[in-house]
C-alpha cells in the first residue's frame, strides 16, 4: 500500500476544494491580475480532478508568491527566484505528486533566469506559471525584466534604457516542451491552458499575463486580447519549431504596440520528459524514491557490503 | 628514524599518473601489514606543472603527513618542455627534483629520471648532496618506459626501483597491479617493474643507505579510505539517496563518489546550473520525503546561504557539506586552510541556526555525517558537514569493521498517514505542521510529506502560524522562535550524552594543552606524543563539534591546564575566537600557533611552536607558522 494514498485517488474534486477553510483576506489590490491565475489553477485542478493533498504548488517571493496562501494543497513558498529548483527536486523525489511552480515575472525572469533556462532545458514534468505583470508589484513598482523600453519608474527615472526580455522566445530556445501565453482577462481559455499545462508530460511554460492596476497604470491592461487559435488572422503549426519561434517573435513584437495575442505557441508532445530520460539512462528508480522511505520491507544496502572491496 | 618509516614522495606533473600511481602503491603497503597517511600536493592546472604525493608507512599508527621525507622518486613533468622550442611552459622550473629539496631529511634517497631531468641545472646540488649524505640514483625510466610502448610506465618502473632500494617484496605491487590494471596494460607493467628492480639491484649498491621499509602487521582487515570516501558512504549508510551539486574544488571529490555510486543504489544525482539550485534541490527532495544533501566549497557555499536560511525556517531536513580551500575568494584552490568556519557558522540572514560538525580523521568523517544526517532529520533542522582539503584527500588504512554498521532510513520525526490522521489539524483542515509546543519540549513537531492523505501545509521562509500561513503577529513569532532555538539545547544535549566525545589525547593531568578542530587533531596528537617523550607535559582536545558548541567539555579542558595552544590553519585565529565567544572566560589562556601556507602543519611545526613560545617564551622563529599571544599577554 502505497504511503501517499492522496495521488491518484481519482475523487470527484469540486474548486471550492482548493479554497483554504481559514481563508487569509487576500492581500492583492483590487483588480489584481493575480485573482485571475488563481482562479484559473482553481478551474483547472478541479477539472483534472487532482486533490489538494496530492498537489504540491510551489511559489517565489513577490505578490505572486502569495498565491500560496490562497491555494489549498501542500506548499512550499520559497525564496526570491527559487521556486523552480525545489519544485523539480520535489518531482524527482516523488514523481506522483503534481507539482506547480509560479512566480512573478521578476522573480522567474530576473533572480531566477538562470533556473528557468535550465528547468525549460531540462524538461522536467512540471507546470511553471509566470505572473507577468510587467512590474515590481510588492517593493512598489520598479521596472522588472519585461518592462517595455522607455518605462519610467521610481528605478528608472530617465525611463528604461533595456529591451524587454522575451519570455516566449526564451522558452522556447531553452527547450521547454509547451509554452503558452494567457492572460487574466481571459478566464476561459486561462483555465484550458493551465489543464493543457498539467497534463502535458514534460516542462510547461505558461507566461500569464496579469494586469497591475496599481503600479502599472501605464500599461495597456491586456485588453482587447486576440486568441491566435482563434483568430483567422494567425496560422501557425504550434508543433512546429520554427514556426512557433516566428509566431513569438510576432507576439512579443505587438505586446507593446497595443496587439495582446494569447494562445499556445509550441506543443512538443513526443519529447520524454527528463524524468524519463533520466530513467532510460538508469539514473533513476522506477518506483518513487520518497516511497521507500515509507516501505519497511525495503531492504536498504550499505557501503561495507557495497563498496568496500575496492577499497582492501 | 629513518629504519622506523618510509616517507615516500613520488613528484612529478599534473596529468602524469602520479595520484594513481601513489595510490596503489599506499594500497600495496597497507595490504603489507603497514600503516599508511598520504599527503597530496596538486597545483590548480590540469596538465603539467608539479605535483606530488607522499606516503608515509609505518608499522606503528600515523596520523600525519610526518616531517619532510626520506625517499624522492622524482620523474619529472613530461609537460614541462615544449618540445618544439626547447622551452619551459610558464614559470616551470624543474621541481620535481629541486622543490622542496630541504625538506629530505639527511640519508635520504633520491631516484630521479634522468631521461626528463637534469641534476646539473640545480644549483650546488653536488654540494648538498654530499653535506646531507643522500644517496642518488640516476636512472632513465624515460627510455625505458618508451622501449616497452608507453611511456607513462615510466611510473610502474619508478615503482620498481622503488622497491629494489627500499626493500620492498614486490609480490605486493604484482598483486595490486593484477587487482586494478586490466589485461592489456597489465603485462607491460609486469614487465617494466621487474626490469627496473632487477636492474637497481644488478647495477647499483642498494644497501649504501639505511632507508628500509619497516615491517608491520594489522591485527584486522583494512581499508584505504579517504575523507571524500568516508562521507560518501557515511551518507549513503544513512540513507541519503539524493544528491544535487555543482563541481568546485575540493568538495568535488564527495560529489563525484556519490554519483558514481548512488544510482545502482536506485538513488539520484543531480549536476545542476549553480549552488543556488543545488541546495534547493536537495531541500525540495527532502520536503518530498527523501534524505538528501548538497554541498561546495567556500565560493560555491557563499551561494547557498539563502537555501541554508529556508532550510531553517521552513524545518526542511538537509545536509550540506562544506570542503574548506584557501580563501579569501577563490583563493587557492588547491590547497588546505581551515578559513571557513566562521562563514559556515554565521552565513544567512536574520537569527538562522545550523549544525555544524568539523571531522578530525577520516573515521570520524564517516560517523559524524551520519550522526549530521540523524540530527538534521530527527530536528528538522540543516546540519554541515566542515572539512577541509586535507581530511578530502588524505589516503588512511582504516579498520574495515569501522563501516560495519546497520543502515538507518529512518526520515527521523515524519509523519505516516495513520499518525497524520490522529495528529493535531486546524479548523480549516490543514495539519499543524508548526505546532505549538511547552517550553519542556525539544521544539520538534513532526511533519507530514506531500502527497500524504490529511498532511497538506504551507512551508514558508516567512513567520508562519501552526499550520503554516504567514503571520506577523508578535506572540506566534516569539513561540515559533523560541521553539526553533529549543532545538538547539536538546542537540546539545544528546550529542553530549552519545557516548562520543571531541577527541582527548596525552596525558590525563598534563600542564599544558593543545586545542585544535577539524584536520589538524592528528597532526596534533602526534606532536603531543613527541612533547611528552621529550619531557613535557601535554594533552590534546581535538573538537569536532562546532555549533552547538560543547562548552562544558572545552571549559573543562582549559581549566585543567596552566596554558592552552590553539592550533589551526588560518590566519585570523577564528577556532579560538569562537572559543572564547562561546566560553566567555579564559581568553587570558589561549595563544594560538596558526598555519596559512597552504601546506597543512607537520608535527615539527608544532613541537617548535609549543617549545619557542610556550616554555621559552620567545619570539617565534618561523616563517611557516605564526604566533599569537593570549589577550594581555
Known sequence: MSAFSAIGEGKEIDRNDYTPGLEPQATWCPGCGDFGVLKALKGAAAELGKSPDEMLLVTGIGCSGKLNSYFESYGFHTIHGRSLPIARAAKLANPGVEVVAAGGDGDGYGIGGNHFMHSARENHDMTYIVFNNEIFGLTKGQTSPTSPMGHKSKTQPHGSAKQPLRPLSLSLTSGASYIARTAAVNPNQAKDIIVEAMEHDGFSHVDFLTQCPTWNKDARQYVPYIDVQDSEDYDFDNTDRREAAEMMHETEDALHEGKVLTGRYYVDSDRPSYQEEKQRIGEMPEEPLAERYFDDSYEWERSYDQFLDKHK | MTNDELIWRIAGGSGDGIASTSQNFAKALMRSGLNVFTHRHYPSRIRGGHTYTEIRASADPVKSRGDGYNFLLALGDSFARNPQQNAYYGNEEIKPLSENLDELREGGVIIYDSGLLDASEIEDFDERVEENNWHVYDLDLRTMAREHGREVMRNTAGVGATCALADIDLEWIEELMTDAMPEKILEPNLEILHEAYDMVEEEYDVDAHDVKIPEGEHDEEQVLMSGSDAIAYGAIDEGCRFIAGYPMTPWTEVFTIMTQNLPELGGISEQVEDEIAAAALALGASHAGVKAMSGSSGGGFALMSEPLGLA????????????????????????????????????????SHRIVFAPGTVTEAYTQTRKAFKIAYEYQIPSIVLYDQKLGGELVNVPASHFDEDPNPSLGSTLTEEEIADAPHDESGKFSRFRYDTPEDNGVAPRSIPGQKGGRF???????????????SPENRVFQMDKRMRKLEAIREELDGDGVNNTLHGEEDAQYGFLTFGSSQGTVEEAVDRLNDAGHSVKSLGVSEMAPYPVEQVKEFIESVDEVLVVEMNASAQFRGLTQKEIGQYGEKLSSLLKYNGNPFEPEDIVEGFEVNIVENDDHPHTRTKFVPAAGD
Open chain 2, 458 to 472: 504551507l512551508a514558508t521562509g516567512n513567520e508562519h502560524m501552526p499550520e503554516g500561513h504567514i503571520s506577523e
Open chain 2, 312 to 351: 531553517e525556517m521552513t524545518e526542511t531536513p538537509v545536509v550540506l557539506v562544506e570542503a574548506m580551500r584557501a580563501g579569501p575568494s577563490t583563493g587557492m584552490p588547491t590547497k588546505p586552510e581551515q578559513g571557513d568556519l566562521e562563514h559556515v557558522l554565521y552565513t544567512s540572514q536574520g537569527d
